[in-house]
C-alpha cells in the first residue's frame, strides 16, 4: 500500500502560482510513476501531469503545457506540481496519484491522495 498526501492549495489571484506537494510513504519502492489530476465542480476528474519515479521523462495534458511543472525529489518522496500563470479554469481539487506499473499516462492509478482545493479569482 502506497499512502498519498497532497498539500499546497489554496485562494491565488489569475496569473498568479502555486506549489503543490504530495508525498509518499509506505511502499514507495513499488511506484513507476506518479501523476497529478483535477476535478471541478460537474467536471470529470483530468488528467494533469505525470512523471517517472526514476529517470527524467514528464508527460502533460496540452492545457497546461508551459505553464505547469512537475518534478520530484526521491530523497523526500515528494513529487510537486508548480503551477504558473494560473486561470479560473484552472480551479479544482487536485490530486496526486501513484502507480505501480508502466501503461498510458491518464491510466491506471491504484493510490491517491485526499486532494487540496485550489482556487483562482479572476
Known amino acids: 500500500q502506497v499512502h498519498l498526501v497532497e498539500s499546497g492549495g489554496g485562494l491565488v489571484q489569475a496569473g498568479g502560482s502555486l506549489r503543490l506537494s504530495c508525498v509518499a510513504s509506505?511502499?514507495?519502492?513499488?511506484?513507476?510513476?506518479m501523476g497529478w489530476f483535477r476535478q471541478a465542480p460537474g467536471k470529470e476528474r483530468e488528467f494533469i501531469a505525470a512523471?517517472?519515479?526514476?529517470?527524467?521523462?514528464?508527460y502533460y495534458t496540452d492545457s497546461v503545457k508551459g505553464r505547469f511543472t512537475i518534478s520530484r525529489d526521491n530523497a523526500k518522496n515528494t513529487v510537486y506540481l508548480q503551477m504558473n500563470s494560473l486561470k479560473p479554469e484552472d480551479a479544482a481539487v487536485y490530486y496526486c496519484?501513484?502507480?505501480?506499473?508502466?501503461?498510458?499516462?491518464?491510466?491506471?492509478?491504484?493510490?491517491w491522495g485526499q486532494g487540496t482545493q485550489v482556487t483562482v479569482s479572476s
Open positions: 496519484a501513484a502507480k505501480p506499473s508502466a501503461g498510458g499516462w491518464s491510466m491506471d492509478y491504484p493510490w
Open positions: 509506505g511502499r514507495t519502492f513499488v511506484i513507476y510513476a
Open positions: 512523471i517517472r519515479w526514476s529517470g527524467e521523462t514528464t
